[in-house]
């Protein structure tokens, strides 16, 4: 049985967007963005406004559980973190060490250098945990060298940590396209038999997803970018649905731009700029999306963002009215 996630995505796959896409998908999990724990801690209102489907039951309204991500070096305000998931009713909670973003300085990635700090603190929120909840951990395949990973993985997967994913590119490839490498996954079945390792890294169709089970011997697979591009894939990958076309790819565009307005989140630029990151990412998998975006990308007000969604719905649809 295969098991299809949506990746974590900061500054995007944000609560509206994993509103609506879970409810297309059919996610097994799904991911907060990561939230930062500093030497402060982390606070019950951040977290809860990082992470609304708490309030849910730990899913979003379709139902797809959602686990937290936490991202900082610091162990014992880690513990702390992920302990608040938990009493605030968390079904799982990740540990990030994967993110290379610019912001993200001692933590994420950066700790791919440091196995010893990275198990410390794997061992320190695995024993905050007091139920059983799921645990599980995000790396890259390296900071420097994928050679690195046999390492990492020891350090990560402890007892009590249920899944590893691992995103196929080393820290300093960052998303480099000819950098990934899915072979790296298959040999770790063996030596760590007791997590289930998930492989991450541009699975974007049916097609990829199956050369990436042959090829890793995963299961459960991890999908970021892709998401976009075929707003059903988990649906396609697991029970061979038919991928959404342009169109309909367009009507959940529209979707999360309307989630936003219903939770009232009114912001004209945060509306407008995940509309575009949206298509910046869907326009990947298909021409007609591709020119739509050079036009799109220069709306600055949401009524404007509607319209020309709107428009381009309609003159999507006369054409398809017309060609039959
Ligand atoms: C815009 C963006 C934001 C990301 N934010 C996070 C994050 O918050 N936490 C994390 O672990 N990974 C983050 N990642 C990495 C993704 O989870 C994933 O590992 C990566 O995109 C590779 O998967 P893909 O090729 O399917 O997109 C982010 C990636 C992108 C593109």
Redesign the pocket.
Known sequence: MFRVYL???????DPPLRRVLCRHAGFDWC????IRVTDEGLAAKALLHDAPELENGGRTPDGTPCRV?I?GDNPQMMAKAAALAESLGALGV?I??????RFVHHS?SMLLKEPELMRDIVAAVRDALKSDILLSV?I?SGFFDKSELPGIMEAVAQEGVSEV?V?C?TRREL?KKEA?DWSVLAPLHELFPAVTIVA?????SKESADECFKETLCTTL??????FMCPNLPKVIRDGERPYDSLETLKVMREVAQEFLDMGIEREKIICDRAK?FLS?ARLGSPRLREFFKRFCRVKTVAECFTMIDDEIKAHEREISEEE
């Open positions: 990746a974590p995505m900061e500054g995007l796959a991911f907060t963005e990561f991500q991202l990740d990030n060490f994967g993110c290379p973003s994420g995000k890259r994913a995103h590119r998303y990934l991450n890294g541009d699975i974007v991890m999908i970021g970018r892709g998401a990151q990412y």
